[in-house]
């Protein structure tokens, strides 16, 4: 999850151009690294229909940088889930889609073998898996920016969450990548 140092996901009109503006080669190879320790990747509606429009076109670009072509063919081959109650069908290869009951169906992914589920975006679905308890690993990716008002992550959270920093990485362009986990029994771990 992309941050900014007051806590934002983006801007008040979902403006993501804070994170572009920092974005290098050494952090797109760490996400590409962190993409590869899972094989399934965790959506809402907003963030796989823009994805679903960007991804597919890019692995098809040839001016696309070897990290960035790396990085789309990963998310163009790997396992989507997609939690929508307005979408009832998809175009982007290797999608499912989930109506029914979240926390029966993650809860039923997380115990099948495999790597790990990581979610991108997706800030409604998030709220949802940190209600339920589902996430085991929060990877925040803090910029040295302040936007004063949009979107916040832990908006809906009312109880203390107790986190434990297992690793961080500082960045070139003055990004922080925070890994913080929080201990389950569960066989596959939720990302974000």
Not at 30 to 43: G, M, P, R, Y
Not at 106 to 132: A, F, H, P, T, W
Not at 154 to 174: S, Y
Request: net charge positive.
């Amino acid at each position: 999850m992309n941050l900014t140092a007051d806590g934002y996901l983006s801007g008040p009109d979902c403006e993501l151009d804070w994170h572009f503006e920092c974005w290098t080669k050494e952090m797109g190879d760490a996400l590409c690294s962190e993409l590869a320790k899972a094989d399934t990747i965790l959506l809402g509606r907003v963030t796989y229909t823009a994805m679903s429009e960007y991804w597919p076109l890019k692995a098809a670009d040839p001016s696309c940088r070897g990290e960035d072509f790396a990085f789309a063919n990963m998310m163009n081959s790997y396992s989507k889930i997609v939690y929508s109650k307005t979408i009832h069908s998809t175009l982007w290869n290797n999608t499912k889609l989930i109506h029914g009951n979240l926390l029966y169906e993650l809860k039923r992914m997380k115990q099948e073998r495999g790597k790990n589920i990581i979610v991108y975006g997706s800030s409604l679905l998030v709220d949802s898996l940190i209600k339920y308890e589902l996430v085991d690993e929060y990877q925040l990716w803090l910029h040295p920016v302040v936007l004063g008002k949009g979107t916040r992550l832990f908006k809906k959270f009312n109880q203390p969450l107790n986190l434990r920093i297992v690793k961080t990485e500082q960045f070139n362009a003055g990004v922080l990548l925070l890994h913080y986990e929080i201990q389950k029994n569960e066989n596959k771990k939720i990302k974000r």
